[in-house]
C-alpha cells in the first residue's frame, strides 16, 4: 500500500507538469497568434489637406483677400481674380497699401471645399506646392519685394519666412529667407526663370528656436534649380502659421525696377506629413 501510494503521487505530479507545458505552449501560441494578426504600424507619408481649382472653387479656396484694402485704385479692382484656372494678381503704380510706402495684392490662409480653415500649428511638419509664372514685369528690387509669406495671423505682425525677388548687387535672384537670424536658405538667378511657368515646393518644420526646418525646390520642367534645406531655424510666433501669396512690395526701391505687373499662381496644394 506504502509503494502504491507514492505511485499514485509521482503519476499525479508528472499529470501536473506535463498540463502545465500544455498551457504554457499554448500561452505562447496565442501570444504569436495575437502578434501576427495585429495591425502593423503606417508609415508616415504626405497626406494631401488642399488643392484649390480655380476654375471650380474661384476665390474660395483661400481664408482671406487682401484686394487694394486702402481702396487706392478703385478704378482697377479686382486686382485679384480667376484668369482660365490661375490665379492672377494685378498690381499698379498708382496702388497703395494702408501703409502709403508699400503696395500688397494678397491672399491668405487655406480653405477646404467644405469651407473649414486649415492651421498650420507647431510641431507639424507641411509642404506647399504650387506653379508660378513671373513676367519680366515683375521685377527684383533693392527692397523688398515679397510674392510669398509665411505668417503668425494678426496685424503687425513681422513675417516669419518670405520668397522674395531681390537684387544681390546687380543680378536679380528669387530667394527664400527665414526672418528670425536673417537665415538664407537659397537664391537662385530669376532672369532664366520669368517668362514661363516654373514649379516650387516649400517644406518645412514648424520649430520654435531652433527646432524648425526649411527645404525650398524650384523646378523649370524637368530641371531641378535648386533644392537646397537649412535646419535650426525659428518657424514659430504664436497662434499658428498662415501662408500669403501674391505681391506685397516696398516703394523704396532705388534700381527702377518698379511699374504695373502682375503674378499668376496655379496648381496650389497643400500636404501634411502624417
Excluded at 503521487?9 to 501576427?36: K, P, T, Y
Excluded at 471645399?113 to 513676367?135: A, C, F, Q, V
Excluded at 515683375?138 to 522674395?164: E, Y
Amino acid at each position: 500500500m506504502h509503494d502504491g501510494s507514492k505511485r499514485r503521487r509521482l503519476i499525479g505530479a508528472v499529470i501536473a507538469a506535463c498540463m502545465s507545458l500544455s498551457c504554457s505552449g499554448s500561452d505562447v501560441a496565442d501570444d504569436e497568434n495575437l502578434e501576427s494578426t495585429a495591425p502593423a504600424e503606417t508609415a508616415a507619408s504626405w497626406q494631401l489637406k488642399w488643392s484649390p481649382a480655380a476654375n471650380r472653387d474661384g476665390l474660395k479656396g483661400f481664408e482671406g483677400i487682401e484686394d487694394d484694402r486702402a481702396n487706392s485704385h478703385s478704378a482697377g479692382q479686382p486686382h485679384i481674380f480667376v484668369s482660365g484656372n490661375d490665379y492672377r494678381f494685378n498690381m499698379h503704380m498708382v496702388d497703395r497699401d494702408t501703409a502709403t510706402d508699400r503696395q500688397r495684392q494678397e491672399v491668405k490662409g487655406m480653405r477646404t471645399s467644405s469651407g473649414s480653415i486649415i492651421d498650420m500649428n507647431l510641431g507639424e511638419t507641411w509642404k506647399l506646392s504650387w506653379s508660378l509664372y513671373i513676367p519680366s514685369s515683375l521685377k527684383a528690387t533693392t527692397s523688398f519685394s515679397h510674392i510669398m509669406q509665411l505668417k503668425m495671423p494678426g496685424n503687425g505682425t513681422s513675417p516669419i519666412l518670405v520668397m522674395s525677388l531681390r537684387r544681390h548687387g546687380s543680378t536679380p535672384k528669387i530667394e527664400v529667407k527665414v526672418i528670425e537670424r536673417d537665415v538664407l536658405v537659397g537664391a537662385i538667378d530669376l532672369a532664366p526663370l520669368q517668362n514661363k511657368w516654373i514649379d516650387t515646393d516649400l517644406e518645412f518644420k514648424i520649430g520654435d528656436g531652433s527646432s524648425g526646418s526649411v527645404r525650398w525646390v524650384v523646378r523649370d520642367g524637368s530641371t531641378t534649380v535648386i533644392d537646397t534645406k537649412k535646419t535650426g531655424v525659428d518657424l514659430w510666433l504664436g497662434d499658428r502659421v498662415r501662408p500669403k501669396w501674391g505681391i506685397y512690395r516696398s516703394l523704396g526701391d532705388s534700381s527702377g525696377s518698379l511699374q504695373d505687373c502682375y503674378l499668376l499662381l496655379s496648381n496650389m496644394r497643400g500636404y501634411q506629413y502624417l
